[in-house]
């Protein structure tokens, strides 16, 4: 079974997605966001470091490798960590639009499931966007970028403006994440300007 809501069709009026003249080149990683976010954060010892790069147009490739700590049942990923490779995958193309955005729905596919020790091969792109509303698909394949489809994402993101995260963050790691020396990281989290 596979489909979305209709919360995730896009309106008649939304237009195709423009990449951001200055979005990192085709091909270049794009690198944690944020050092502790458990999607792509280096600083999360069992966070999935999730690896995203830049593809044609706004489109990303990503990979995510299954370790012990992401099980549910034995020897199997986790769905909800499967539903975060999903949500950290989409929410990078954000980057290549230069627009700040957090995910307001996301709606999940589980095709097969996805052992322990297995590179989840992940791609996605926007598909369009209406105002602040971004409608973006991911799919996660096994066994190879070209192998199986073990999951299926379709999000929409809304944009925010960086008070988004200071009015509901904690003023201590808000503070950590705008001193960071990283500029690109900082950029990202908090100087992206539509
Ligand atoms: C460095 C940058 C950050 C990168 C993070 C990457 C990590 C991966 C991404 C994430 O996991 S983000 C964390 C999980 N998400 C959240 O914590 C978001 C929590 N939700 C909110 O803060 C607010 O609900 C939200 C900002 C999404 C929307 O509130 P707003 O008051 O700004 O918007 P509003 O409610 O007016 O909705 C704007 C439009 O979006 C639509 N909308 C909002 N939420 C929706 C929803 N859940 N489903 C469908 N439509 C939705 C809404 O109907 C409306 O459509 P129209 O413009 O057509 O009227």
């Not at 299954?66 to 989409?90: K, M, S, Y």
């Not at 307001?104 to 095709?111: A, I, S």
């Amino acid at each position: 079974m596979t489909g979305t809501s209709a919360a995730l069709t896009p309106p008649a009026d939304a237009i195709p997605p423009v990449r951001h003249p200055e979005a990192p080149a085709p091909g270049e990683l794009l690198g944690a966001h944020y050092e502790h976010c458990f999607g792509c954060g280096g600083g999360q010892p069992h966070g999935l470091h999730l690896a995203a790069r830049a593809g044609e147009g706004v489109t990303v490739t990503a990979e995510f490798t299954v370790t012990p700590d992401h099980q549910g049942a034995p020897g199997l990923a986790h769905g909800g960590v499967l539903a975060t490779a999903l949500d950290e995958t989409l929410g990078s193309l954000n980057w290549l639009l230069r627009v700040i955005a957090v995910t307001g729905r996301l709606e999940t596919d589980y095709v097969r499931p996805v052992p322990v020790g297995t590179v989840l091969h992940l791609e996605a792109e926007v598909t369009a966007v209406s105002g602040r509303k971004i409608y973006s698909t991911a799919t996660g394949r096994i066994g190879g970028p070209d192998g199986p489809v073990a999951v299926r994402g379709y999000a929409l993101f809304i944009e925010v403006k960086v008070d988004h995260f200071i009015d509901n963050g904690r003023p201590e790691e808000i503070q950590a994440a705008m001193s960071d020396p990283d500029q690109v990281r900082r950029a990202r989290a908090f100087e992206v300007n539509p």
